[in-house]
């Protein structure tokens, strides 16, 4: 899977904010709890204390500054507030991605690095001199940035290494998949993007309630949907900029459903609370059930001798396309063609009769194509009113999903683990 990028700057419009010179509360921590009892500390002092690696004020701020870049508008010192809270979450996130680097001694090269930021350069219409420039001018260190993508590289290694092979998409998962996207066909569906923050605990639910008002008050004046669920959604569709696509309300959680339910048209939905976390949802459209048509995956069989009844005889054998394919490969006397996701209604008539009539992994009866006996043998069917993404389409966003969750709860369990002392913000 290719990783969308974490950034899509609007450098432009960005004028550095001011953070205060002090921050200060009580410390709260995940693992070994401590309080370091100070009341006050200056910008560059200590915010927290990650298995005795410091993250410092500065750090945080710049942090902050870099989740704010492109989001629109000047924020309130409430809203800088939370988001210097998401933003030391994020630095300790990946003090801990960086010693697990170091544990499996996983080593990010300069270049890998280079060619990620070139790639955030290029998404942004910009010449990689010309970004570094415009983060210098906003005040931010690129240094930050590359070590930013460093921790989120090797995390990714690290998590591919240790449980990529492990992840199996069967054909079920696969067949069911297909199968909620038959039942979506029939009904009302809704084109809708979210952002979800994660929150282990009632107290937490509360700060990611109060981040959720912060978010969506900068989404309504004009901030784009996508990058605030690139930076702040714990959901795996953040790679994707929140984009789920378009679902039923039977395939969301019943408090998004009556959120979704109770918008009179497009547009964006209070922050709505579930068990463990927070919702923002934009509905971008709807459309109602259509006229169902069927889209096939086939192997086209065909005897290149003209013999009907040998090519008739040898489908009947035939229990699925990989055995049609087998067949042509090891018998010149067969050929076979591979046609996915074709609409039926899109066949000539003869053809739509014949497969309509057939099930998946068998045959239909032989009929003449270019002048040589062919059948179809019919892989996959589905019925759908919109676009239909392939078996492989399904299986690789299966797959991504589950690696998703897992690196999640992965990072859950080395912040349980860990010694964490820190100050809120």
């Not at 710049?62 to 409430?78: I, V």
């Not at 199968?179 to 009302?188: D, G, I, K, N, V």
């Amino acid at each position: 899977m290719s990783r969308a990028p974490l950034f899509a700057f609007c450098l432009m419009a960005f004028a550095p904010f001011s953070f205060g010179q002090e921050l200060a509360t009580p410390g709260v921590a995940d693992g070994a709890v401590q309080s370091t009892g100070d009341a006050s500390l200056p910008l560059g002092g200590i915010a927290a204390i990650v298995n005795d690696r410091p993250i410092s004020y500065s750090d945080v701020v710049e942090r902050a500054q870099l989740l704010l870049l492109g989001l629109g508008g000047q924020p309130t010192q409430e809203q800088i507030q939370q988001i210097t809270g998401r933003a030391l979450e994020q630095l300790i996130d990946e003090k801990l991605q960086i010693e697990e680097a170091a544990e499996f001694e996983v080593e990010i090269e300069s270049a890998e690095i280079q060619a990620e930021i070139e790639g955030i350069a290029r998404q942004s219409g910009l010449e990689r001199d010309v970004f570094i420039n415009q983060l210098l001018a906003a005040g931010i260190n690129p240094v930050s940035l590359e070590e930013q993508l460093r921790a989120e590289i090797a995390w990714r290694r690290i998590m591919r290494g240790l449980y990529g092979t492990r992840i199996r998409i069967s054909s079920n998962q696969i067949d069911e998949e297909l199968e909620q996207l038959r039942r979506a066909a029939s009904e009302t569906q809704y084109n809708i993007s979210e952002i979800f923050l994660y929150a282990q605990d009632l107290a937490q639910i509360e700060q990611a309630r109060q981040a959720a008002d912060s978010i969506v008050s900068q989404l309504q004046q004009g901030a784009p949907f996508e990058l605030a669920a690139q930076r702040f959604s714990s959901a795996p569709t953040a790679a994707t900029g929140g984009s789920m696509g378009w679902v039923s309300l039977e395939d969301m959680e019943p408090e998004v459903a009556e959120a979704v339910r109770a918008l009179p048209g497009p547009g964006l939905t209070p922050p709505i609370l579930v068990a463990d976390g927070v919702y923002i949802v934009s509905v971008e459209g709807k459309r109602e059930p259509e006229e169902a048509d069927t889209v096939v995956s086939l192997v086209r069989l065909a005897s290149e001798t003209g013999d009907a009844e040998g090519l008739r005889t040898a489908a009947r054998t035939l229990d699925s396309c990989d055995a049609a394919e087998a067949l042509a490969a090891e018998n010149a006397a067969f050929s076979a063609v591979k046609l996915e996701t074709l609409s039926v209604s899109q066949l000539s008539e003869e053809a739509a009769t014949r497969i309509n009539a057939t099930a998946p992994n068998t045959a239909t009866d032989v009929f003449e194509m270019a002048t040589k006996p062919t059948v179809m043998v019919v892989c996959d069917k589905l019925a759908s009113g919109g676009g239909v993404p392939s078996r492989e389409q399904i299986e690789n966003r299966l797959y991504g999903q589950q690696l998703s969750l897992i690196a999640q709860r992965a990072l859950r369990d080395l912040k349980r683990e860990a010694t964490i002392i820190r100050r809120e913000l």
